[in-house]
């Protein structure tokens, strides 16, 4: 008889323990997103040499461009990052990006220059293989463009929109697939960039541009027009007729 007690205090205990973990499981996965968005700070621009671009580059005071970051951008990120009302792919991304940042995973640079091959580049992931570091280079005078072209509501989706994609090429390989491609000018490097492209602008179209169009967004025509392309390839974002797009031969990573 006490030995049939001792066995059932013992069931009785791992029950306990088990509901216990998955009360704890259950309250960590559905805890309040804003919990995990802080602050965010930008940081000054350095040089960094797969992105060959120099003080001579520089459009504005670095000081200015890393205060417009710091009181445009970084608002605007975290009001999308804490509004449970905003599209879930988009306010994921956001709040993964933000956590980055503040556990200093990613370093959070204001570049007062345009990106070299365009001066409609808003943001790039990079790679600074002589610091091992991990960079989110947002290029301030094209961002400011943007800014004077569309209505409030346009520019800060589209920066919202900018910041989700290069999340997203963080998913697909993060510091690993950067630090692979990082100053490499050779052809299979450019063909990993167009596939890691082509599969970050499927990812963005399908589970960002196209909910946030049928809200009443109003996308870029020329993304428009890719997701149509998309749509005809069945969604399928590693199709070679896809990946062909984002391949550029002159494209220095």
Do not use: C
Not at 36 to 52: A, D, G
Not at 62 to 69: H, N, R
Request: proline share 7%.
């Amino acid at each position: 008889m006490k030995q049939r007690r001792r066995n059932r205090l013992a069931v009785l205990v791992v029950i306990a323990a088990v509901v216990s973990f998955v009360v704890a499981v259950h309250y960590y996965n559905n805890r309040p997103m804003e919990s995990k968005v802080h602050k965010l700070q930008s940081s000054l621009p350095r040089e960094v040499q797969p992105l060959r671009i120099r003080p001579t580059d520089y459009v504005m005071a670095p000081e200015d461009a890393k205060l417009y970051v710091d009181n445009v951008i970084n608002p605007i990120f975290l009001r999308y990052a804490n509004n449970n009302q905003e599209l879930p792919a988009l306010r994921s991304r956001l709040i993964k990006l933000a956590q980055m940042i503040n556990s200093k995973q990613l370093v959070y640079e204001a570049m007062p220059a345009y990106y070299p091959l365009g001066k409609t580049f808003l943001m790039k992931v990079d790679y600074d293989p002589q610091k091992f570091q991990v960079l989110l280079v947002v290029f301030v005078p094209a961002i400011k463009d943007v800014q004077q072209q569309k209505n409030q509501r346009d520019f800060e989706d589209n920066v919202a929109v900018a910041l989700a994609h290069e999340m997203i090429h963080l998913e697909q390989g993060g510091q690993p697939f950067l630090a692979k491609v990082a100053g490499r000018n050779d052809l299979e490097a450019k063909k990993l960039l167009a596939q890691d492209e082509a599969a970050a602008w499927g990812k963005t179209i399908i589970e960002i541009l196209r909910p946030l169009a049928e809200q009443g967004w109003n996308p870029e025509p020329k993304w428009l027009d890719a997701g149509e392309k998309l749509k005809m390839l069945g969604d399928n974002y590693q199709h070679p007729a896809w990946v062909i797009n984002f391949y550029n031969p002159d494209r220095h990573h």
